[in-house]
């Protein structure tokens, strides 16, 4: 099955340096992300992804484990990471630079 994010339908390639990331399991933070994306259509998201274009830099732990199977360093989302959503933060600064 090919990993694709929900929001901007990113796929994931062998060749890619994306990561893509889980709903969480916890349905109060599933529908949080399910807000700040715009994605309230999806209702079954145990199989969906989001890229780790909509996540800040801060939202990320690198694992740098020599002895990992994985070769290249594995992003992972430290705890309660939310979503970015670009739109609503281009609106903001807008709003803010308009003011």
Do not use: E
Request: charged share 20%.
């Amino acid at each position: 099955m090919v990993k694709r994010c929900v929001v901007c339908l990113k796929q994931d390639t062998r060749s890619a340096t994306s990561s893509f990331h889980r709903f969480l399991v916890d349905k109060n933070l599933q529908q949080l992300w399910l807000t700040i994306l715009n994605r309230l259509d999806l209702t079954y998201v145990s199989n969906h992804r989001v890229c780790d274009s909509h996540f800040d830099s801060s939202s990320f732990k690198i694992n740098k484990n020599k002895n990992m199977l994985i070769t290249k360093n594995s992003k992972r989302l430290k705890r309660g990471a939310l979503p970015m959503n670009l739109a609503l933060l281009l609106n903001l600064r807008s709003q803010h630079v308009l003011s």
